[in-house]
């Protein structure tokens, strides 16, 4: 990891994200640190993404990532997108998750995310160490219905304790038709099945994107007590 220095870019990654309702509030307040406040509906997040070469990374090789938390109050983006905390984080390189991991993430590696699209059908899959944790379909199209670009707001804690709030700005095409169909949580007894969706699926928010690009990290700062 020595030659990986902050920050680092990605352009041209294809990415599924959105945000949801789950079943079990209770479970993903335990998540979260106990001085951040969840918003209203408890939503969470996740973003699947695959980065399909070192051409497309200002650093990184290739590599591939779920990662998924909670939506939280009091700690928006300048633009509105509400502040974000991470509870899981599944990336295919060693190096990268170490990268994260520096910066108070909570990341694993020995994952993979694959998205592959049939027929108009997006299908995102998550594994780590070979077994399938989440799988997701969305139709999509390739037409564009905009431009998405601002900032987004994620907190972590360093070794210390202390709460950091990052913003990661982003430019992403996003797909005309995009909606989500299933989400499957695969594995009962893995910690990520906490952030399961209520039935029926209410997904609050998201974008399918072909080229989505951001900075890693943003400008990071404590955040006031």
Same mark, same amino acid.
């Given at each position: ?112 995310? /694959?998205?592959? $699209?049939?027929? #108009?059908? =997006?299908?995102?899959? !998550? ?5 399938? @944790? *989440? ?8 037409? /564009?219905?905009? $431009?998405?670009? #601002?900032? =987004?707001?994620?907190? !972590? ?5 202390? @709460? *950091? ?61």
């Amino acid at each position: 990891m020595s030659g990986l220095h902050a920050p680092q870019m990605v352009i041209n990654s294809r990415m599924l994200y959105f945000t949801w309702i789950p079943e079990d509030e209770a479970a993903v307040r335990e998540l979260v640190p106990a001085e951040l406040e969840l918003s209203d509906n408890a939503q969470c997040y996740i973003n699947q993404y695959a980065v399909d070469s070192s051409d497309d990374t200002s650093g990184f090789e290739p590599y591939s990532l779920t990662y998924a938390g909670l939506d939280v109050k009091g700690h928006d983006s300048p633009q509105g997108s509400p502040g974000r905390w991470w509870t899981h984080y599944i990336n295919s390189n060693e190096d990268m998750a170490a990268y994260a991991a520096a910066r108070g993430v909570p990341a694993q590696s020995g994952g993979e995310t /694959v998205l592959e $699209i049939s027929d #108009g059908v =997006l299908t995102a899959t !998550t594994h780590q160490n070979g077994t399938a @944790l *989440i799988r997701t379909t969305a139709t999509v199209s390739d037409d /564009v219905a905009m $431009i998405g670009r #601002g900032q =987004l707001s994620y907190l !972590t804690k360093v070794d210390s304790g202390e @709460l *950091i709030n990052g913003r990661y700005p982003f430019v992403a095409s996003m797909a005309d038709g995009w909606e989500v169909k299933s989400m499957e949580f695969l594995d009962s007894s893995h910690p990520i099945y906490a952030l399961r969706p209520a039935d029926p699926l209410e997904v609050t928010w998201g974008f399918y994107s072909p080229d989505a690009a951001f900075c890693y990290p943003g400008g990071e700062g404590a955040v006031a007590a």
